[in-house]
């Protein structure tokens, strides 16, 4: 059996067009050649194949039987081309591809849905997968690449994960609008310390601690419970048994709860909420599209709508 050689892209794009017009000066426009070098291409490839595919006289071409046989083959070749070159394209454009984003509960479940929403209207065939996950474990899932990026408050990073701030929030008291610290005009640090005070998760008990390490004795805090959602002491705070102390951006979680917010003065204190990526691999197109779309969205305001 004889060993057929190589052929080229472009000696089988010469055949499918000359196949459809059946003239040289017609394939010679489409391509951008010369009838004669047209006629160079199609020879080369009747050489390899080693069957004729036209049969020519000075008057018309017209395919042989064997060209005919061999046509659809080339046209679902060059169709499958394209769509590989379609298929790149898109890539390049950001058009197509997964983005692996995580986030703590209330990140996930306020903040990033109406970014994602928006960004869907533009790039529909991007894939964006949300996973909430606790605020301690964000730095490892980006380190370890089970995540593209992950949003959330401050923390250390290593040399396998980089950090931008994203958006600042003020610590602040939610509690039922009836408790007494609700009345208030002003609040200061040491107005919280006669209250029963929820707080979620082992990262906020730990933020809570440093912010009032350098106050006066008369006005340090601490929580009189920890509790693994933000809900449940959303919750407490609702039935008046408590009062919460987190950043403002869980306003989209607690007022509709009917807690109101107080702000904290002397000093204020910021927590920064900030975006991790990888700093040793490359992001994909589609993963660098969302996240100029996601700084974009935030550089618009200095934080998200819930924030108040």
């Known amino acids: 059996m004889k060993k057929i050689q190589p052929f080229t892209l472009r000696q089988l794009e010469a055949f499918a067009i000359l196949a459809d017009c059946l003239s040289f000066k017609s394939a010679a426009e489409q391509l951008h050649l010369s009838a004669s070098a047209v006629s160079q291409l199609v020879a080369e490839l009747e050489s390899v194949v080693g069957f004729r595919l036209f049969e020519r006289s000075t008057r018309k071409v017209t395919l042989s039987s064997s060209g005919q046989t061999f046509l659809p083959v080339v046209q679902s070749m060059l169709w499958q081309r394209q769509q590989v070159s379609s298929a790149a394209q898109d890539v390049q454009n950001q058009a197509i591809g997964i983005v692996r984003i995580a986030a703590p509960q209330v990140i996930a479940a306020i903040v990033l849905p109406p970014i994602m929403a928006k960004y869907q209207l533009t790039q529909p065939r991007v894939t964006l997968r949300l996973a909430d996950c606790s605020v301690e474990n964000l730095v490892s899932k980006v380190a370890h690449a089970e995540v593209d990026i992950a949003i959330g408050p401050d923390r250390p990073i290593d040399i396998r994960v980089k950090s931008r701030m994203l958006f600042p929030s003020p610590w602040v008291v939610w509690c039922a609008p009836d408790h007494p610290i609700a009345i208030k005009k002003r609040i200061g640090w040491r107005d919280l310390s006669a209250h029963a005070i929820a707080v979620a998760g082992r990262d906020h008990e730990?933020?809570?601690?440093?912010?009032?390490?350098?106050?006066?004795?008369?006005?340090?805090?601490?929580?009189?419970?920890?509790?693994?959602?933000?809900?449940?002491?959303?919750?407490?705070?609702?039935?008046g048994l408590a009062i919460n102390l987190s950043p403002a951006y869980v306003g989209g979680l607690a007022i509709p709860m009917g807690l109101v917010m107080r702000k904290i003065q002397n000093p204020t204190v910021m927590r920064q909420?900030?975006?991790?990526?990888?700093s040793q691999r490359e992001l994909s197109p589609a993963t660098q599209g969302f996240l100029d779309h996601l700084i974009g969205g935030f550089g618009k305001t200095a934080s998200p709508a819930c924030i108040t």
């Not at 933020?207 to 919750?235: H, K, Y």
């Open 273 to 278: 909420v900030c975006l991790y990526t990888p």
């Open 206 to 239: 730990t933020q809570v601690a440093r912010m009032v390490a350098n106050l006066p004795n008369d006005e340090r805090i601490e929580p009189t419970q920890v509790l693994d959602n933000i809900s449940t002491a959303l919750g407490l705070a609702a039935a």
